[in-house]
């Protein structure tokens, strides 16, 4: 149990629709970053939120798009599916805005496939 | 571009033997590292951290060293043992830059 806590954990989509994917860190992280992972590949990142406001963005098109809530949980959304948005989506919390500082702790991700 | 690599995808060892992992980055600039572990259906885990103004850095039956020059990690296991199976990934933070991993495999 690492305290970061992601739900679903598997999710069936068809292409074209929209998913919504959330994450619930442990009080006082307020730092998330959102990450694809690839079925053999290693975690790509799609953007970090601190403080509710997105301070930091990978190669991601906007139908990628996030919020971060006072409460620590955040969500990611995904708009028009395309077949290859397939992957296993993490959401990793830390406790300040300096994740070397303070580390980072991934959740057990959501695993998404779309048809 | 940039990026964060692996050299190899797998690697097999005997229990008790030490595991070195590689990793290859291209970014000078980049001055923060960990290595994460990831076992099959869980999320990253992390192992062992280092900063760039340091060559070594050493914790429980783990060592990282950096080469600066050549912008090359390794990770080393010591007296691997079969909880140690599993995918590891170098990243840099806090953009999050992942290679693709290496699969080891302790085999008993």
């Known amino acids: 149990e690492t305290g970061v806590t992601q739900s679903p954990t598997h999710l069936i989509k068809t292409r074209g629709q929209q998913v919504t994917l959330r994450c619930s860190s442990q009080?006082?992280?307020?730092?998330v970053s959102w990450y694809q992972q690839a079925l053999g590949q290693g975690p790509q990142f799609i953007f970090q939120?601190?403080?509710?406001?997105?301070?930091g963005r990978g190669n991601f098109p906007p139908r990628f798009s996030g919020l971060q809530f006072p409460n620590y949980s955040s969500e990611l959304n995904v708009n028009a599916l395309e077949l290859d948005d397939s992957a296993l989506y993490l959401c990793?919390?830390?406790?300040?805005?300096?994740?070397?500082?303070?580390?980072?702790?991934f959740g057990s991700g959501t695993r998404l496939t779309v048809v | 571009g940039e990026s964060v690599g692996l050299h190899l995808p797998t690697l097999s060892v005997q229990e008790g033997d030490n595991s070195i992992i590689n990793c290859a980055y291209s970014?000078?600039?980049?001055?923060?590292f960990i290595w994460y572990k990831q076992e099959s259906g869980k999320g990253p885990q992390f192992i062992i951290d280092?900063?760039?103004?340091?060559d070594k850095r050493q914790g429980q039956r783990v060592t990282v060293l950096l080469n600066k020059t050549v912008k090359h990690l390794s990770l080393q296991i010591a007296a691997t043992q079969p909880g140690d199976s599993a995918v590891y990934f170098c990243?840099?933070?806090?953009?999050?830059?992942f290679g693709a991993g290496t699969r080891l495999t302790v085999k008993p």
């Open positions: 990793a919390s830390s406790l300040g805005s300096s994740p070397e500082l303070y580390g980072y702790t």
């Open positions: 009080s006082g992280h307020n730092t």
């Open positions: 939120y601190y403080r509710e406001e997105e301070n």
């Open positions: 970014n000078s600039a980049s001055d923060y």
């Open positions: 280092i900063r760039s103004n340091m």
């Open positions: 990243a840099e933070i806090p953009r999050g830059r």
